[in-house]
């Protein structure tokens, strides 16, 4: 039998599997049969990424995605003559990225973004773009390419240049932002002192904003436009240092995650601010173990009560701690300082039928049925679904895993990234 006696729909579940653009220009070639496939196949790609990698990795990395909607290429000088619209016509999303190299990836950029009529989303990874001079290693001007992202609604990016001159011009039509660099000292306009909150202003609809660190908010002098920011993730965030700032500019902010770095003599959460609306929230403590694995005055409690204090109303957490596991009465006495909470979801590093405490769900039961709450709560292991201990008291929250529940999809679903990215 031979490969083009296979039906059609065989062979191009069979092309859904190539993960490498060059790799389907040549299988184009074949006959004119397998060019249509190709295109096919092409139609349903919505998300291209642009890599300095050898073709080794892609076949390792492309498992990490689905199949159907994601493409990649180091081909730069591909995606530099190519006319997108016609190549990937439902593309969405343009990632560049890059390892060792040096290779400027600024036309190919310029020509994915004016020659695709659908693209959304770029996620600029692109070397050029962390250097200090706004002219790339080509002498592109970084405007050059930001004159193309008007129509943008998703943007990430790790240049405090392409930032500041995306929003000069651009903002109103961006929903979900990622700033992957210290906004510290950030100035939009010469001179200003309120940058952040001018950043903010720009983008009425923004949904979902995802901050490298916490920027300090200097007063402002002027009314900030009310934004309905679904979800804020602050990726580290210094407890020594910040006050949860920038939630000033969220009053009404339903959704947190918080990646913390400690310090040693951060034990507590000293401010009094308290954030009503949120009601999803995450911690994740990456270096706990180093800091604090030898120092038998750390108290659990003072920490992760110190915070959820601010929450009141939160009615889904998730804690995650490096290498550690919150023991039960740590657990009810978080769950008791949270008189609304539905959800409570633990990651779990080590083994999870290596438990320490085999009474462990027995003795939470015990005590709630006393107190008439009615908790979810699950153990899963550290990125998998595969081991899930599962505990429940409250039926109405019983199976989140198999059902809609957002706050799963946001923090449990997020696949490729430790945290969940706007990509």
């Known amino acids: 039998m031979q490969l083009n006696d296979l039906p059609e729909d065989c062979l191009l579940y069979i092309f859904d599997y190539f993960p490498e653009l060059?790799?389907?220009?040549?299988?184009s070639t074949?006959?004119?049969g397998w060019n249509n496939l190709i295109k096919r196949r092409l139609e349903k790609v919505q998300y291209l990424n642009l890599e300095e990698s050898d073709e080794h990795s892609w076949h390792f990395k492309f498992r990490e995605y689905p199949s159907h909607p994601h493409i990649y290429t180091n081909d730069i000088k591909l995606l530099e003559r190519v006319n997108v619209s016609k190549l990937l016509p439902n593309l969405k999303f343009f990632t560049t990225n890059h390892y060792n190299g040096w290779q400027c990836m600024c036309r190919a950029t310029i020509n994915v973004l004016s020659t695709s009529n659908t693209l959304i989303g770029l996620k600029d990874r692109s070397p050029c773009h962390k250097s200090d001079s706004r002219n790339c290693s080509d002498g592109i001007h970084i405007d050059k390419i930001v004159q193309h992202c008007g129509n943008l609604e998703y943007l990430s990016s790790k240049s405090k240049h392409f930032i500041r001159s995306f929003f000069f011009s651009f903002g109103d039509n961006l929903k979900h932002f990622e700033a992957l660099v210290d906004l510290s000292g950030f100035s939009l306009y010469?001179?200003?002192?309120d940058s952040v909150s001018r950043l903010m202003a720009k983008m009425p609809n923004l949904e979902t904003l995802t901050?490298?660190?916490e920027p300090e908010i200097k007063t402002r002098h002027w009314p900030i436009p009310k934004i309905n920011l679904k979800q804020l993730k602050i990726l580290t965030f210094y407890m020594r240092f910040r006050t949860f700032q920038v939630l000033s500019l969220f009053p009404e902010l339903p959704s947190l995650y918080l990646r913390i770095d400690m310090l040693k003599k951060a034990k507590t959460f000293t401010t009094s601010d308290i954030h009503p609306s949120v009601q999803d929230l995450v911690i994740r403590i990456d270096n706990f173990l180093i800091?604090?694995?030898?120092?038998?005055?750390?108290?659990y409690p003072q920490l992760f009560k110190s915070i959820l204090a601010k929450f009141p109303n939160c009615k889904n957490l998730m804690i995650d701690v490096a290498y550690e596991f919150i023991n039960n009465k740590l657990m009810i006495e978080i769950i008791e300082v949270l008189p609304n909470l539905n959800l409570f979801v633990q990651n779990v590093y080590q083994a999870l039928d290596d438990r320490k405490d085999p009474d462990y769900f027995n003795?939470?039961?015990?005590h709630f049925k006393t107190t008439g709450r009615r908790i979810a709560i699950y153990l899963f292991k550290n990125k998998g679904f595969g081991r899930i201990i599962r505990y429940s008291l409250n039926e109405d929250v019983?199976?989140?895993?198999?059902?809609?529940?957002?706050?799963?999809?946001?923090?449990?679903?997020?696949g490729k990234d430790s945290y969940p990215s706007i990509f």
Request: hydrophobic share 30%.
């Open 398 to 414: 019983a199976g989140p895993f198999k059902t809609d529940n957002q706050f799963i999809h946001k923090y449990f679903r997020c």
């Open 363 to 366: 003795s939470v039961d015990r």
């Open 190 to 193: 010469p001179g200003a002192t």
């Open 30 to 32: 074949v006959c004119s």
């Open 211 to 213: 901050l490298l660190c």
């Open 291 to 299: 800091d604090y694995q030898y120092d038998r005055d750390f108290k």
């Open 22 to 27: 060059k790799q389907l220009h040549i299988l």
